[in-house]
């Protein structure tokens, strides 16, 4: 970080330096004549030009923040103005200096010709009021630029965190549901609840440590997935069909860890029945960016004595897409003929 401020320090340096390199020899740039005047130059542009970097930089690095930005307006003018006021003077006394070394070098030939003094005490003061207000210009708008920055950072440090927390909320209502599962199959199949025990392990151990950053690879969340529903087909009979089409995707796939699977709880919660055949469908598709899940099973609504679950899991779902894919992402639910459908689409960076 230390080596990316001290580049981005030296390029605003050379950009500086070049503009004033710019600004210098802008004369010769726009002279049709193959003869330069030098002592011309000399008065009306790098004289000049020297009064405005010093009146610049002053106003950037000093007067604008500490004096300005802290509402002395009224130090802020005076410094201003004697500042202009002591330019103006040198800068009128170093031309009739010069005027008067040219005449004492040119005796035989043309002389210059005097001008209103005044005419360029006027035009000196009004110049000098450019750089003070380019220089203002320039700091309120990195001031407003640095604003902006800090509130992104802010704002993501703020999902970051509300993220964080609603993974927190999700693992003990998973663990709650893996555990359920385990304990019907503890009486029924012992060597089976031992394998499911460790199944759960892997399961868990991806949960605390490979969802800690902020996304995860799909095809570890896939895997994830396919070992999820293999959980959950344990805690239902013979009457209930399961299919899970997951394709096999390449590693540049990235996604927001565990977003899929509150569909996969509600799918299991809704759509199995202990008296009726019982079908579930989830498909996955991978187009470009955009990254589809959908969910089709019966519709076995639960009814207001039935406590197996309290929705945290699809509260949950909601705001995260809110927070990881604010503007990108599509989420329905429908129910037709029975069956409750579920599409949900995000479209990764």
Not at 194 to 223: C, F, N, P, W
Not at 304 to 321: A, E, F, R, V
Request: with cysteine.
């Amino acid at each position: 970080m230390l080596a990316n401020s001290k580049n981005k320090t030296s390029f605003r340096v050379s950009i500086h330096a070049l503009i004033w390199l710019v600004l210098l020899l802008f004369p010769y740039f726009l002279s049709s004549n193959d003869t330069i005047d030098l002592v011309r130059q000399i008065k009306f542009t790098w004289i000049p030009m020297c009064f405005y970097a010093v009146l610049f930089y002053l106003n950037y690095l000093v007067l604008i923040d500490k004096v300005l930005f802290k509402q002395k307006y009224f130090h802020f003018i005076s410094v201003n103005l004697i500042l202009i006021l002591i330019f103006t003077w040198i800068h009128v006394e170093l031309k009739d200096l010069l005027n008067l070394m040219y005449d004492m070098k040119n005796v035989v030939g043309p002389k210059f010709t005097p001008q209103p003094t005044s005419l360029f005490v006027y035009k000196d003061i009004i110049s000098m009021l450019i750089p003070i207000i380019i220089s203002f210009a320039v700091k309120t708008t990195e001031k407003w630029a640095k604003a902006e920055s800090e509130k992104k950072e802010n704002e993501k440090e703020v999902l970051k965190s509300e993220l964080q927390h609603l993974k927190y909320q999700l693992q003990p209502h998973f663990f709650f549901n893996s555990l359920n599962t385990i304990y019907a199959l503890i009486e029924r199949s012992p060597v089976l609840a031992q394998e499911t025990v460790h199944d759960l392990s892997k399961l868990m151990r991806y949960l605390l440590y490979d969802t800690e950053v902020g996304k995860a690879k799909l095809r570890d969340e896939i895997e994830f997935m396919k070992q999820y529903i293999n959980l959950m087909k344990l805690r239902t009979s013979d009457k209930t069909i399961v299919q899970a089409n997951f394709p096999v995707v390449s590693e540049q796939y990235f996604i927001t860890p565990l977003l899929f699977i509150s569909l996969i709880e509600n799918a299991f919660k809704h759509g199995v029945s202990s008296t009726q055949n019982s079908e579930i469908l989830f498909n996955l598709l991978v187009e470009g960016k955009k990254i589809s899940f959908f969910a089709e099973n019966k519709n076995f609504p639960k009814n207001d004595n039935d406590k197996s679950g309290s929705g945290i899991g699809m509260n949950n779902l909601k705001k995260q897409l809110d927070i990881s894919y604010p503007g990108k992402h599509t989420f329905k639910t429908t129910v037709e003929n029975g069956l409750f459908k579920v599409m949900l689409e995000v479209y990764t960076d």
